[in-house]
């Protein structure tokens, strides 16, 4: 679900569970964790994403998308 741009700059993937998601992104030189959750509302996630990647913090929380978290 991330657009092009942002999923080139993926670089690892964590599965622990089929509903805990992570992966780490590096964006403009600055390496995020994406803490995405389960499969779903992955469209949502996905332009949270896009929204959060440039503000501080190293770990981007959208598993709650209607409670995003950067810290």
Do not use: M, Y
């Not at 657009?3 to 590096?26: I, K, Y």
């Not at 469209?43 to 501080?56: E, I, N, W």
Request: overall charge neutral; proline content about 6%.
């Amino acid at each position: 679900a991330l657009p092009t741009a942002l999923r080139t700059e993926v670089s690892g993937v964590t599965l622990s569970s089929a509903d805990q998601v992570t992966f780490t992104l590096t964006h403009k030189g600055n390496r995020r964790t994406v803490v995405w959750g389960a499969a779903g509302e992955a469209d949502l996630k996905a332009q949270l994403v896009t929204v959060l990647v440039d503000q501080p913090g190293a770990t981007i929380d959208v598993s709650v998308p209607s409670s995003p978290v950067t810290r």
